[in-house]
């Protein structure tokens, strides 16, 4: 009896390499993975659906003023990617979603001005949200590009999970311009960044590293040290583990120079591009004092820009992206800024 217990625990084994010997997993703990794998599936899933379900939105809100497309192109690898039938990450780059609008009374032949708008959020995508302001940009004249860069959400777990937090999300928007230039009729000399919270730190790297691709920039509200934010910001900034997810795998307080490097506030001296900076005192998601330490670090470097400090802006930290008569003034201001620069 002994021998055929020891044969069926061995056979058992073979069936199911995973589990060791004398450590069989029971029926109701592997249904509930199952379960639980369905879900998370389900999630990712749901998850595309409303991506998909708001994309049909933009035709629908901005067709009448813009030929709207979304098109793909490449970023930089990930360099946390698996290698997949012995092609490393290096020869494989990663794939990039990007909304296009170009404005319907353009003329043919006729090179026309550049926005290229990142999205806010760590871990958030280009939606609806912003269809009021796209119509205003296209209205006047510019083609606007709105990247989905890596970490955005709707295209599954693995662009979700290939998020590079002030890195690699740069270049991958940097990219976004570059292929507009190269398959749009837009003219190299007039583009320019405009970004609000996190795609407020996004558009400053972008010009800060790539000073000869850009005329101009607007930040919003932007996120601008994140030494300081990890510091006051939520829970989520709490977590080790999902800190690691956004700083490639380390915590600030393992590299603080990798943090530094991607932080607008450590990085002011390489600007060269004209800068417009708004913000208000009651922002309860990037504080003002934050913003405030940004501005007195290019005051500090000598940097000519412009800026402004809204005191308790009804709509805090969206204060100039809603239908308010100051949001609308104030957005009147980032056209008039652009215009100088792009027109």
Sequence with gaps: MRHSLQFLLCLATALNPALPLGAQEHPEETRLKQVEKRLDGLNWELDALRKATDDQLWFQRLSDVALVDKVTYTGPP???GQETYGIKNDR???????????PRKAEPGRKLPLIVLPHGGVHSDFGTYHAHIVREMVERGYIVVAPDYRGS?????????????????????????DWAVAHLPVDPKRCAMVGWSHGGLIALMAVFDHPEKFAACYAGVPVSDLLARVGYAGEEYRDDAVVRTMFAGKTPSEDVEMVRRRSPVWNVQKLRTPLLIHTTTNDRDVN???????????????????????????GGHS?????????????????????KYLK
């Excluded at 494989?92 to 170009?102: E, N, W």
């Excluded at 008569?325 to 957005?331: C, G, N, P, V, W």
């Design 78 to 80: 990930n360099p946390r």
């Design 92 to 102: 494989h780059p990663l794939k990039i979603q990007q909304y296009v609008f170009v």
């Design 153 to 177: 959400t709707g295209y599954g777990k693995g662009l979700y999970d290939a998020i590079d937090y002030g890195g690699l999300e740069v270049d991958d928007v940097v990219a976004g311009r």
């Design 288 to 314: 003002v004092v934050e913003v405030e330490t940004l501005l007195t670090a290019l005051k500090a470097a000598g940097k000519a820009f412009e800026q402004k400090v809204y005191q308790d802006a009804p």
């Design 319 to 339: 204060f100039n992206r809603i239908d308010t008569t100051l949001a609308q003034d104030s957005r009147k201001e980032i056209y008039q800024f652009l215009e």
